[in-house]
């Protein structure tokens, strides 16, 4: 007896059928939950201090390729152009920076097509896809402004990174402790300005209710230490989401537990 799989005209009808293709990039991004990153500019510099100052030895290492001191990531944060290079965050709900990125353009003109990106995340915030996904608004910011080449250059211990780098489609090439990653960017098109313009507008409205509410919450606090009530309860996290935006995935506030009046 022949089965539909012996049958050939059903053989030729399968092969005749379109292969799927793998999911882009674009794809997979847009399956995996939205996350506000915001444009970073001078007057961040202090939460950038903090942020870089918060991470342990080993992720300092891993970051800037050197055990780097304070006062060396205090020289880094002072050098940083926002004229030049893009800076992005992910804030949480007490305006914490937990994770940045860094999209540095050189300044050699003949290298203008090339533009170099490190990042990093707090401990506390990892497996989160923070890191990947300042990487997909760094690929898209980047093709947006005629950047044909993203350089990453880690340590070959970098295994998060270079898994980043590897899944994005990017050529990596080991020399013993060290590697760099390449990846090569589509040209813009309508729907990538688009996609752009939208996600840094939202950004910046999540930005302004976590700013705004972080002002309330501050004063509420100071009023009631003021007079003695003690502190105020904080918003509850669905009330920190812009009105008519489902599924935003703000990072949680390090250290949250559920606090009791004092009786």
Not at 153 to 180: C, F, Q, W, Y
Request: with cysteine; glycine share 8%.
């Amino acid at each position: 007896m022949t089965t539909d799989s012996e049958n050939p005209r059903h053989a030729a009808l399968n092969a005749a059928l379109p292969v799927a293709a793998p999911a882009s990039a674009a794809d997979r991004r847009s399956l995996e939950p939205w996350v506000p990153i915001k444009s970073l500019d001078a007057s961040h510099r202090p939460r950038i201090q903090e942020h870089l100052s918060t991470l342990p030895d080993h992720d300092r290492y891993l970051r800037f390729g050197y055990p780097a001191t304070d006062e060396q990531v205090g020289r880094y944060v002072d050098s940083l152009n926002f004229a030049c290079d893009e800076i992005f965050g992910v804030f949480n709900r007490r305006l914490k920076l937990v994770a940045m990125a860094h999209l540095a353009h050189p300044s050699d003109p003949a290298a203008a097509h090339v533009a170099e990106f490190g990042v990093s995340v707090l401990p506390r915030y990892r497996g989160k896809g923070f890191g990947a996904r300042l990487f997909g608004h760094a690929m898209l910011h980047a093709r947006n402004r005629g950047i044909g080449t993203l350089f990453i250059h880690a340590l070959s211990e970098n295994a998060t990174m270079l898994h980043i780098a590897r899944k994005a489609g990017a050529r990596v090439k080991r020399s013993g402790p060290e590697a760099d990653a390449f990846l090569q960017l589509p040209p813009e098109t309508l729907a990538s300005r688009l996609e752009e313009m939208v996600a840094e507008g939202v950004a910046a409205i999540d930005y302004g209710w976590k700013l705004n509410l972080h002002a309330i919450d501050s004063l509420a606090t100071g009023l009631a230490g003021a007079v003695g009530l003690g502190a105020v309860e904080s918003l509850p996290p669905s009330e920190l989401a812009p009105a008519g935006i489902a599924r935003v995935e703000s990072p949680p506030e390090p250290g949250a537990e559920e606090r009791r009046p004092v009786p």
